[in-house]
């Protein structure tokens, strides 16, 4: 029973880096910017929110750094998409090299440094209860964080005037723009958003959920969180859903090896990936669901005024 509790807790350890980065990358998708350089400013956030905290032994400053971090990798990605009109693709790939390339330049010196003695934290009462209390009660605050956070989406974009002016952006800029609304500052500052929760996500992978540096320590989250916004087809209540179950995938492999059974560890290792593939290709065969809820301007550029 205590080794299920454990997965259960490491499952949401785990989600909450996905959740973090695809509900970033969904608010970009709902204004029709795709931002393939999650992976890039996940890792210079995980570098930075890392750093900050060996020097200041602050976690919260570590997190504020992970998403200033996000935050102005997406703010140089989205001033070059939105009003210089390159193509969101290929700046994209370009800001996840860039970001895979400069961590690891800047995090040389940080491979073998450690962190100040790691706070535990419990939800009083029932932390102590049996196998609920360790799976769900002994988790970072920063994971209910995020179950909150989804909520809070959930509601700004069907709720709210807000959120409504965002996703018109996304399904038409032109008629958004016909209607007085600044469509490009709009599509900034959401992409803004974005990365600054994708650095969030990066600085959590390095100050919580390692918590160490290594190059590349990202290790393809970044995609999979690009791919789980398709898998929920744009939905918050589904990303959050669709990353606790990747997480579960992710951490299904250490629960094996440590009940004894025989897997190739090679094997293990990529079905996190696998999972990912056969999802999108279930999800595939169904087009009209994916084309009632995708945003309809996703990944095209506007021009104001054209």
Not at 154 to 163: C, E, M, N, S, V
């Amino acid at each position: 029973m205590e080794s299920y509790a454990l997965l259960i807790a490491a499952t949401l350890n785990a989600g909450t880096v996905l959740a973090l980065a695809s509900l970033g990358l969904l608010i970009n998708e709902k204004v029709g910017i795709v931002n393939l350089g999650a992976e890039g400013m996940m890792l210079c956030a995980a570098i930075a929110g890392f750093a900050t905290v060996v020097h200041t032994g602050s976690d919260v400053l570590g997190f504020a750094a992970g998403i200033g971090a996000g935050a102005l990798l997406a703010l140089i990605f989205g001033l070059l998409v939105i009003w210089l009109n390159t193509n969101q693709y290929a700046t994209g790939l370009a800001v996840s090299l860039f970001g895979a390339g400069f961590s690891a330049f800047v995090g040389v010196g940080y491979v073998q440094q450690k962190m100040p003695e790691r706070p535990s934290f419990a939800v009083p009462w029932l932390a102590d209860l049996p196998l609920v209390g360790p799976a769900l009660f002994r988790q970072h605050p920063l994971v209910y964080l995020t179950v909150l956070l989804a909520l809070a989406m959930i509601w700004f974009l069907y709720r709210t005037r807000a959120g409504l002016v965002l996703r018109s952006v996304g399904e038409s800029p032109e008629s958004a723009h016909a209607l007085g609304y600044p469509v490009r500052r709009i599509r900034l500052l959401a992409v803004v958003a974005g990365g600054a929760l994708c650095g969030l996500a990066g600085a959590y992978l390095s100050v919580v959920y390692t918590p160490l540096w290594v190059e590349g320590m990202v290790a393809g989250k970044g995609w999979i969180a690009l791919a789980l916004t398709t898998f929920a087809t744009w939905r918050p209540a589904r990303v959050l859903l669709g990353a606790y179950l990747f997480g579960g995938v992710t951490m299904l492999q250490f629960h094996l090896q440590g009940i004894g059974v025989e897997v190739p560890s090679q094997f293990l290792t990529m079905l996190p990936y696998l999972a990912t593939i056969v999802v999108l290709a279930l999800i595939s065969r169904n087009p009209q669901w994916i084309r009632v809820n995708m945003p309809a301007s996703i990944g095209k550029p506007f021009y104001p005024g054209s």
